[in-house]
């Protein structure tokens, strides 16, 4: 059962990243856009409104986009931890080797 919440939540969460996308680049000047519910539930549909900026902060702070009263399966969240720990030391990798090259 874990494994299809975190599948949906990785999902979803791609999901709201073409949202993202679009609402970034849309000329239409809307200020809120809906995203899906983030917590992995089998049973969620919820859909939350937020701005473009509210969801970009949601994701730079690693957390999911949750709808009022739902939360984040331990398991998701354990997960999410982990990859943002990752892309952290491999950005510290990639300043550390650019570092190395450039000329003093």
């Known amino acids: 059962m874990a494994s299809k919440r975190v599948l949906k939540t990785a999902t979803l969460t791609e999901a709201n990243g073409h949202v993202l996308d679009?609402?970034?680049?849309?000329?239409?000047?809307?200020?809120e856009w809906e995203f899906f519910c983030e917590c992995g539930r089998p049973d969620c549909n919820a859909m939350i409104m937020l701005t473009a900026e509210g969801y970009a902060d949601l994701r730079d702070a690693e957390t999911a986009?949750?709808?009022?009263g739902h939360t984040l399966n331990p398991v998701v969240r354990a997960k999410r931890l982990r990859e943002g720990a990752q892309a952290a030391r491999m950005e510290v990798d990639y300043l550390a080797r650019r570092s190395e090259k450039e000329p003093s």
């Open 22 to 31: 679009v609402a970034t680049r849309s000329p239409s000047g809307e200020r």
């Open 65 to 68: 986009a949750l709808a009022p």
